[in-house]
């Protein structure tokens, strides 16, 4: 959970984690009890860390998940039980930092003095790096202070490398377990629209970046801020056979209008509505990837499906894309016109998956995907 100045209840949570944390680690420097545990840490339990928690095949392990969150730290509890912790809970954290592991999609408080007690700490980002830091050199020391980075793919490494000016020896080219999942379960397409009432759909997954506060983003053509985007949908979906999922970054939220016009609308879904076993099954569900600044296209090409750009404006032109995110060979939406041809395409399954295996070599050239879960396992029982 990101600190966001103006809510109170970001004071009462990072306060209250704060002083938990400080007690709970001057108490595990006195008792050096460890378990075999292994923590995931992160904003949300998507993604890598959901695969890690959810598959069977990590069962061998004992694996807990913390957030910040209280709202998810409650939803997720009423499912998962006691293998989900707040430190806002003192024994609960305690017993997290007994771990012998953590697994964090995102910074971890105080790693430096959590790595003193002798936890293993290991870096799985939630993708492939799409933004160069302005800080090159904090972010390194960030990256060093891990035991593992766990990358993405080869052309990620070679981001961090030429790009981040890393050179960092913990750099280790694993893969991605959702990438895994993702391969295994596209035989589970069919199952997964007829469990959402979608067979016989064509389904077209909008999934663009996080708006980042930009007005000139949220007002823009195609903004899934911008009711009259939908507008545009509803009416050129109706009377087809041809279905729109919205997946909106997790940071992000829509207007209360949007939700009911979604929610009137038999054409139009959010994620939140998919019955799934995981996030990413939506790109298993989809006929076509329609996203902008975001790096889920990557993911995406190992379904050999077809992939447009949308013209949206960058929410963020201060910053400095990675070349994952620049000059991208893959087909453009510029205008409502080509929105309206892509939609008559799939309409009639002209759609081509134009340069996707091009794009799948240059950035994952022969990786095996489908031996992550086991590498991990080894890492996981070696430690």
């Known amino acids: 959970m990101k600190f966001n100045k103006y809510k109170i209840s970001h004071y009462f949570v990072f306060i209250i984690s704060g002083i938990n944390y400080f007690i709970a680690i001057l108490l595990k420097s006195f008792i050096r009890e460890r378990n075999n545990n292994i923590l995931l840490f992160g904003q949300k339990l998507v993604g890598n860390l959901e695969v890690i ?176 985007f939908y507008k545009l949908m509803i009416e050129e979906l109706s009377n087809t056979n041809i279905n729109l999922i919205i997946k909106t970054h997790p940071k992000d939220s829509l207007s209360k209008e949007i939700k009911k016009l979604v929610k009137d609308n038999e054409n139009l879904f959010f994620q939140d509505d998919m019955d799934v076993n995981y996030d990413y099954d939506q790109l298993i569900m989809s006929d076509i990837l329609i996203t902008d600044f975001s790096t889920i296209y990557v993911d995406y090409l190992l379904l050999d499906k077809p992939i447009y750009l949308i013209n949206n404006p960058d929410p963020d032109p201060q910053r400095k894309l990675s070349s994952i995110l620049t000059n991208i060979n893959l087909p453009k ?47 996981f029982s070696s430690s």
């Not at 790096?129 to 960030?142: A, E, H, L, M, S």
């Open 333 to 379: 939406i510029n205008d409502k016109k080509d929105l309206i041809n892509m939609i008559e395409k799939l309409k009639l399954d002209k759609l081509k998956s134009d340069n996707i295996e091009n794009l799948k070599n240059v950035i994952y050239g022969k990786q095996n995907h489908l031996k992550t879960i086991d590498r991990i396992n080894k890492i």
């Open 53 to 228: 928690f959810k598959d069977s095949r990590f069962n061998k392990n004992n694996i807990f998940f913390i957030t910040l969150n209280y709202r998810d730290y409650l939803n997720l509890k009423k499912i998962y039980g006691n293998r989900i912790l707040t430190p806002l809970n003192i024994l609960q954290l305690f017993k997290g930092l007994g771990s012998k592991m953590v697994v964090a999609s995102h910074g971890i408080f105080l790693h430096k003095t959590i790595k003193k007690l002798g936890i293993k700490t290991i870096w799985c980002p939630p993708g492939i790096w799409g933004v160069v830091p302005k800080n090159k050199k904090k972010t390194i020391q960030d990256l060093e202070t891990f035991d593992q980075v766990w990358l993405h793919s080869p052309y990620d490494k070679k981001i961090v490398q030429d790009e981040l000016l890393c050179k960092t020896f913990n750099l280790n080219i694993l893969g991605f377990p959702r990438n895994q999942v993702l391969i295994e379960n596209t035989k589970n397409k069919d199952e997964l629209k007829a469990r959402n009432s979608l067979t016989g759909k064509k389904i077209i997954l909008y999934a663009p970046t996080s708006n980042r506060g930009s007005k000139q983003y949220m007002d823009s053509e195609f903004s899934l801020y911008n009711v009259d």
